[in-house]
């Protein structure tokens, strides 16, 4: 039997405590960016890449996709949440656009008060001391629950997190049994296959099979995602277990379960470069489709991005770990980006026009 969290209020030293986390595993994630990023269109071979194309799959009739967006009943997810379904809104029904309804899969055990605002499906966290303080540990827990209480009714699904925003309408990406995906330069199975081989046996096949992903976003067949999900948690918890993995992996375990676990179904993803951009590392919005902002966007007054260290203009989402961040937030310098200005507007836009965006309190 599954227990539920206790999901009380955090003190003001816990959270210092996760802001101060939450900063020096983003510095470390920046670092690997800033050395990774000039070779990070030469890592997968050109027949697992597909660059960014005008032409769309032909899918089976249905060809829609239903938006489930995990998060947990803490401000820092509920304001990000609120942004993530006001643009879903708005891209909903626009040409080009595959989407379908949507759920937010709230893996805090307990109904909160934005179930009225957003679709919400409540699924119990896993029990607890499992995730061992590694909270999105959850996620693959809450699709295996979501997928077996909920009636979904589109035949595909997009696994998305809070801090998505649609910049532009997003049409389904995967074609039949083949999920897409978005390649992240920082998954290497093959880099890992010590490690890899743990969970992925060698008459499994090559390393080179697992892709190099996480599981969101990606748009995959209800049937596969019902397969998969309960291996991904079992994989996941294993990992976890093992010292060297749980080191190696660290912040992104679970995102090399979900790529390991796919891969243990004889799954691989159309590997998708416009699926997703993410500031301030990708200058330019284009065609793509997710804005994510998980980096940190720090610039001086000259529009210069200032590498791991606090700018004299900021956003930052870790800056609003208890509450969301003001309404009319500054715009950027000259001379920074456009997917930050980009991000910066639509965020917003959002705030400007969501009720009682500043009165909102978790509860």
Same mark, same amino acid.
């Given at each position: %039997?599954?227990?539920? #969290?206790? %999901? ?29 990023? *000039? ?11 597909? /660059? ?7 899918? *089976?009739?249905?060809? #829609?996709?239903?938006? =489930?967006?995990? =998060? ?21 029904? %626009? ?11 709230? !893996? ?51 696994? =998305? ?13 995967? !074609? ?26 060698? /008459? ?34 294993? %990992? ?16 090399? =379960? ?79 980006? /456009? ?12 705030? *400007? ?11």
């Amino acid at each position: %039997m599954i227990g539920r #969290k206790s %999901m009380g209020r955090a003190s003001p030293v816990l959270l210092v405590l996760l802001a101060l986390g939450f900063f020096f595993a983003s510095y470390n994630l920046l670092t690997v960016v800033i050395h990774n990023k *000039a070779s990070y269109s030469g890592l997968w071979g050109a027949d697992r890449l597909i /660059e960014p194309v005008i032409q769309r799959y032909e899918n *089976a009739k249905n060809s #829609k996709y239903h938006v =489930a967006l995990t =998060a947990t009943d803490a401000p820092y997810s509920q304001w990000q949440c609120r942004i993530m379904y006001y643009w879903y809104k708005k891209v909903k029904d %626009m040409p080009g656009s595959d989407m379908g309804k949507f759920t937010r899969v709230l !893996h805090s055990g307990n109904a909160d008060n934005l179930m009225e605002e957003i679709p919400t499906v409540v699924v119990d966290p896993l029990p607890g001391g499992l995730d061992r303080g590694y909270i999105v540990l959850n996620r693959p827990w809450a699709f295996v629950q979501w997928l077996e209480k909920a009636t979904i009714e589109e035949e595909y699904i997009l696994m =998305a997190e809070p801090d998505h925003i649609f910049v532009n309408p997003l049409p389904n990406l995967a !074609h039949g049994n083949s999920p897409a995906g978005y390649p992240f330069f920082y998954i290497k199975p093959a880099e890992n296959e010590k490690i890899i081989r743990k969970f992925y046996p060698e /008459e499994k096949g090559p390393v080179t099979d697992i892709d190099p992903i996480g599981n969101s976003p990606v748009i995959i067949k209800k049937s596969l995602l019902e397969e998969i999900a309960p291996t991904w948690v079992n994989v996941s918890l294993r %990992m976890k277990d093992d010292p060297e993995t749980d080191k190696a992996f660290g912040w992104v375990l679970e995102m090399y =379960a979900y790529a390991v676990a796919s891969a243990l179904h004889g799954v691989q993803h159309i590997l998708r470069k416009d699926f997703m951009l993410q500031p301030p590392w990708d200058l330019e919005v284009g065609k793509t489709f997710i804005i994510h902002y998980t980096y940190g966007c720090d610039y001086n007054l000259k529009g210069e991005l200032t590498y791991g260290k606090i700018g004299e203009w900021r956003f930052d989402k870790r800056s609003y770990l208890s509450g969301p961040p003001p309404r009319n937030l500054s715009l950027p310098p000259p001379g920074v980006p /456009e997917s930050v200005i980009r991000l910066v507007k639509m965020v917003n836009e959002a705030t *400007a026009n969501i009720p009682g965006w500043n009165t909102l309190t978790s509860g």
